[in-house]
C-alpha cells in the first residue's frame, strides 16, 4: 500500500504546471466536459435573450423582467419537492431526463409569441431545471470521494466558466448579423447542444448504490428543512454569495455614475474575473475538505468581500488612472471573494447533507441561499448609490456579521446529522 501512495506522490510532483490544471481522474474528466457542453449551449441562448424576447416573442422589457421573477419564485417552492423527486427516482436518471426536457423546451422557443406563452414556458424550464439541478449537485458528491469532492466541483466550475465564454461569443456572432432569422435559430441551436449534454449524461457512470431503506427509516428520518442549523448555514452562505450582485451590478453601475473611469474599463473587469475563475478556483479550492476548512474558505471570502467596499468606496474622489486602477483591483477582490466562497459552499454540502437525502438537501441549500440574497441587489444598489462611502460600508458590516454566525451554525448543523443523518 505504501508503495502505492509513493508512487502517486511521485506522479503528482512530477506533474507539468499545464497537467495540474486539468482535472485529475477521467471521471472528473468527464464531467468537466458535461459541464462546458451544458455551458456552451445556455451561454449561446442567454447572450441573446434579451433580444430574443424582445424582438422574436414580442415581449416588453417589464414583461420580461415579470417572467424572470416569476420563474424565480416559482423555484424557491419547487426546490425542495425536486430534490425529494430525485432522491426517489435516482439522482443521476432525473438528471437525464431533466437535461433532455430542457433541450427539447428550447427547441420550442422559436413557435412561441406572447407574454402568456412565454410565462408558462419559464415556469416550465425553471420546473425541470431545479429538478435537474438537484440531481446534478447530490450525483457529484456521491459519485466522488470525500477528498475528491471539492476539488472536483473546482474543475467543474472552472469548466462551466469556459464554456460560458465560448456560448457568449456564438450568442454575439448572432447578433452581430442582425438577423432576426439568425436570432430566431439560436434556441434550436442551443437545444441541440443541451441534447447531447443529456446524452453525455447518460454515458456517466452510476452512483454507489444505497442500502434499501426500511419502511420505518422513511418515517423518522427527518426532512431536510426540519434541519434548521443547515439552513441557517445557507443563508449565511447566501448572504456571502452576494459578491455576484457586487461583480455584475453594483460595481458597473458606480464605475459609470460615480467615477471618471472609461465605460471600456467594464470589458476589461468581466474579462479579469472570468479568466481568474477558470484558473485559481481549483487553486482556491484546494484543501477544503472538512466542515472547519469550509469555514475558513468562508471566512477568506468575507474578508474579500470586505476588502473590495473598502477599495471601490474611495474612487469617487480618485482620478485618472488611480481610479482606473483601484476600481479594477476592487473587482479583482470580489471576484476572490467568489471563488473562496464556492468553495466554502461545496465544502459544506459534502460534509453536511445526509447521505439519504442528498438532493433534498440541495434544495433545502437553494432556499437558504436564496432567502441571503434575494433581497441584495436593490439594497445593495441602493445603498452605494444614494449614500456613498456610508452605504460601502453599510454592505460590508451587512456581509459580515451573517459570516460571523456561519461558524455555529456548521457545528450545530454537525451534531445535528450525527444524531439524525446517515453517514456521508
Known sequence: MSTMDDTETRDSGTRSWWQRQLPPSPLARSLSVQSILFAVGEGTFITGSAVFFTQIVGLSAAQVGIGLTVAGITSFFFAVPAGKLADRVGTKRIWAVSAALTAGLYLVWPFIHGFAAYLVMMVALEVVSQAGWSGRGA???DIFTREERVQSQAFMRAALNIGFTVGALIGGLALATNSDDVVRAVPILTGAILLGN???ITRLPEPPAKAPA???DEVI???ALKNRAFLALMTGDGVLGTNQVLLNIVIPLWLVEETDAPRVL???LFGTNT???VLLQVAAARGVDSVARSLRASYISAGFFVLSCAIVLVTHDTVGWLTIALVWLGH???????????????GFMSELTDADQRAEYQGAAHIGGTLGSVWAPALFTWLAMEHGSLGWITIAVIVVVPTLTMGPSAR?????????GSAT
Open 139 to 141: 450525483y457529484t458528491i
Open 198 to 200: 443529456a446524452y453525455w
Open 214 to 216: 426500511h419502511a420505518d
Open 221 to 223: 428520518k427527518p426532512a
Open 266 to 268: 467594464l470589458a476589461w
Open 275 to 277: 479568466v481568474m475563475a
Open 332 to 346: 479583482v477582490t470580489v471576484t476572490g471573494a467568489e471563488l473562496y466562497q464556492s468553495a466554502g459552499h461545496w
Open 412 to 420: 450545530a448543523a454537525e451534531r445535528y446529522l450525527a444524531r439524525h
